[in-house]
């Protein structure tokens, strides 16, 4: 999983075992996350009749979540920073690993809406803790692509779990998939623990000339940016970008979460009721485009630090699929589609959270990414109750859909338009500044 990292400064080769321990560890780690928040998806079609969900039902099911979602993610990000971002993560992925197993014990509607709504409120501190982490451990030469590496966990599950959840469904109940699904966040918690360290000077690893590279390039980051408030949940807000960066987010993850939870339904549609294996296969090869996709554009925006770009192209490619999606017929071209727009909604991920680093200070980078996590990922509730809402009153998903692609235009005028360009601070250099935001 390790890239070939920016070149390092002239006095010589720099080590870089922090793409070998840091990276993986923290990726398999969201993987089982993203596994135990998606793997609804992959359920849903198959209750069989068992709760009597309605599609309104399944989208609030599978929405619900991100309500939760919201209420750790500025305690979390504080915590990380200022105590510890391992134990943080620690914690919660026990926490979320309980919330899941519980989701496959409910007997009623209700206790389902209940039990993932707990597994949001435990899983919604993990990412911008991550983010923290990575924050202490990569330079903002190289954030995008660690970032993006990192965030590879969200097509990899897809594309490793949805068949394994096929498969399972084939085997076993809707219920032990989901009982199972919790327990290896409780395994991987051992590996965590060994393997990160929330500084490289407390990693046992890590050697003494990257350790002071690190500390080098990190400093020289920090005194490239502007000035900036206390830290608080007020200064936080009272910067222009965050308010942007909140309303992107959101705009972006309502059609993002809409896509992602309602593909595996409009597979098993197009493929017509195929087993569960067989939608589970078929759903991950969407997922291996959006891996590709991620992973060149995060390249592309650290080779030329356009971030804005990297952010509003794939959205826009995006929003043209997802219209096309209601005009076409036959089960290929719509699958072609289908790939197209998980490959354009999932590839601005990495220079999307590069951008909190390069224009707000550390002292409120931590509330702010806890706050953009935290209103943007509401969209993951719209997304998904709206697409189910909709296919119940059209009796098609693609009506759903084709909204998506309005909000994905809103994300696309909002980060064209509301990032202005910054001028680098006295000790800033090209390559510290954010294009992205020009």
Known sequence: ??????????????????????????????????????????????????????????GLVSGIFFIGYVFLQIPAAILAQRWSARKTVLILMVAWGLAAMVCGLVQTKAQFYAARLLLGFFEGGVWPAVLILLASWFPLRERARANALW???LPISSILMAPLSGVMLDHMSWRWVLIAQGVPPLVWGVVWWFAVADRPDQARWISSAEADHLRRELAADEAAKPAAGSGSYLSAIRQKSVLVLIAVYFFWITGFYGFSLWLP??????????????????????????????????????????RRQAVALP?????????LGRTVDGAFLQMVLLCVVAAAVYAPYGPFWAIPGELLRIEVVAVAMGLINALGNLGGFVGPYLVGWLTDVTGTSLTGFAVLAGFLAVAVALVTLGLRPQAPGPAATPARTVEGAR
């Open 1 to 58: 999983m390790s890239p070939n990292p920016a070149a390092p400064p002239a006095t010589g080769a720099i080590p870089a075992q922090r793409w070998k321990y840091v990276i993986p560890v923290a990726a398999f780690m969201y993987m089982l996350a993203y596994l135990d928040r998606n793997n609804i998806s992959v359920v849903l079609p198959y209750l069989d009749g068992d709760l009597e969900l309605s599609g309104a039902d399944q």
């Open 315 to 323: 959205l826009v490619v995006g929003i043209v699929a997802l219209l």
């Open 265 to 306: 339904s409009v597979i098993k549609t197009l493929s017509h009721d195929g087993s569960a294996t067989e939608v589970g296969l078929l759903t991950a090869i969407p997922f291996t485009a959006a891996l590709a996709a991620m992973v060149a554009c995060a390249a592309w925006s650290d080779r030329t630090g356009k």
């Open 151 to 153: 965030m590879a966990c």
